[in-house]
């Protein structure tokens, strides 16, 4: 079974710095996605950002990156000039060949301090 | 375009009472998702539909919970009867195809005392 880590339950940076998230996972697949969700305190999650695992360029969106070591089975988010509104959880998810549902990591409670 | 639709955003039951959860998908997402949050945890998946075909329950506790959907659009979960344990947010999310990206609703929080 695929297994999604998250090692840091929380971080705090200043606003405008740039802060990165660690995200490890196991799986036996070679096709796969990886996605990043955000959970603000409303509880909606929102897709930050995705990378297929047979693309070896990093996915960008905007202020946000990923540093995707496909070897080593490592997936962090990085967030460049953090804002306030970027205060959340943000959730590491994995997903599989096919519609499966998403394997999620226990969350980075991330608080972005004025 | 409408996201994912939930209902009710709150629930609080006692225990050994029956409780239904509903979702509306995105219009035209023929994938449906069930997940269980509890506190301080990543989402977990309950169940997964095709349409109106369920393909994944394999982590739905079947002696208390049940899904359905019908016409392969709305879909509801429910609980009968309520354990203490079930106190969590149910998400329901939707996707279209194969582009493996999930749009969740706001999830339902339930209580159960």
């Known amino acids: 079974a695929q297994t999604v880590t998250q090692s840091q339950p929380e971080m705090s940076v200043q606003e405008a710095e740039t802060v990165t998230l660690s995200c490890t996972y196991d799986t036996s697949e070679n096709n796969y996605y990886l996605f990043w969700y955000k959970q603000p305190p409303s509880r909606q999650m929102i897709l930050v950002i995705r990378?297929?695992?047979?693309?070896?360029q990093n996915a960008t969106e905007n202020r946000f990156s990923v540093n995707f070591q496909k070897a080593a089975k490592s997936f962090s988010l990085k967030i460049s000039d953090s804002q306030l509104g970027d205060t959340a959880m943000y959730f590491c998810?994995?997903?599989?060949?096919?519609?499966?549902?998403?394997?999620f990591g226990k969350g980075t409670h991330l608080i972005i301090q004025p | 375009e409408a996201g994912v639709v939930q209902s009710p955003r709150y629930k609080i039951i006692e225990k050994k009472q029956p409780v239904a959860f509903w979702c509306n998908p995105i219009s035209g997402h023929n994938t449906l998702y069930w997940y269980r949050q509890n506190l301080g945890q990543g989402p977990e998946l309950l169940i997964r539909y095709e349409n109106e075909e369920a393909v994944d329950d394999s982590q739905l506790p079947k002696d208390r919970f049940s899904a359905e959907r019908l016409k392969g659009v709305d879909s509801t979960l429910k609980i009968q009867p309520a354990e203490l344990g079930d106190s969590a947010v149910y998400l329901c999310?939707?996707?279209?195809?194969?582009?493996?990206?999930?749009?969740f609703g706001p999830g339902t929080r339930l209580t159960v005392t």
């Open positions: 998810a994995y997903s599989g060949g096919g519609a499966d549902g998403l394997t």
């Open positions: 999310a939707s996707s279209f195809g194969l582009t493996r990206e999930q749009y």
């Open positions: 990378q297929e695992a047979y693309k070896q």
